[in-house]
């Protein structure tokens, strides 16, 4: 079935929304070769295709080390964590989320910024990502202390 097919792509293998989009329509085509003769909606039903238009806003949260980024991860909101781990891997051209980003190419952080990378956040809560992501950073802390 078509619905099942569309659940089963995988959107965290995409580094584009273009990427996305083409596997999507890929589906649909190719179950709209399958099935040619599929009904089409009454009136009043149709499909309506929306368009998103994205702003962000400056928190008042910022960090300069691991330290100041697991205090401000921990205050800022759920929506800014959502902008910079669902959002930021949907922007051109990196296809990875800003934490990962910041922490390689600012701090000097490869593995820990691969750790973060690899991680699902479609399986957990966003709650329970920041935590995952706060005690990845503070393990690397402890890390730095003692070595």
Not at 13 to 29: C, F, H, K, S, W
Request: glycine share 6%.
């Amino acid at each position: 079935m078509a619905g099942e097919r569309l659940a089963a792509v995988d959107p965290i293998r995409y580094n584009t929304i273009g990427e996305l989009r083409q596997a999507l329509a890929g589906v649909l085509e190719d179950h709209l070769k399958r099935h040619p003769a599929i009904r089409s909606a009454p009136h009043g039903d149709e499909f309506h295709f929306m368009r998103s238009v994205r702003f962000s806003v400056p928190t008042s949260y910022q960090a300069v080390d691991l330290p100041e980024f697991c205090e401000a991860l921990r205050k800022v909101s759920i929506s800014s964590l959502y902008l910079h781990v669902f959002e930021a891997r949907l922007r051109p051209p990196l296809g990875m989320n800003d934490f990962s980003v910041w922490f390689e190419r600012d701090l000097g952080e490869k593995e820990l910024a691969g750790k973060v990378a690899r991680l699902d956040p479609y399986s957990r809560t966003h709650e329970a990502l920041r935590e995952i992501i706060i005690k990845m950073v503070e393990g690397r802390l402890e890390k730095l202390s003692h070595g």
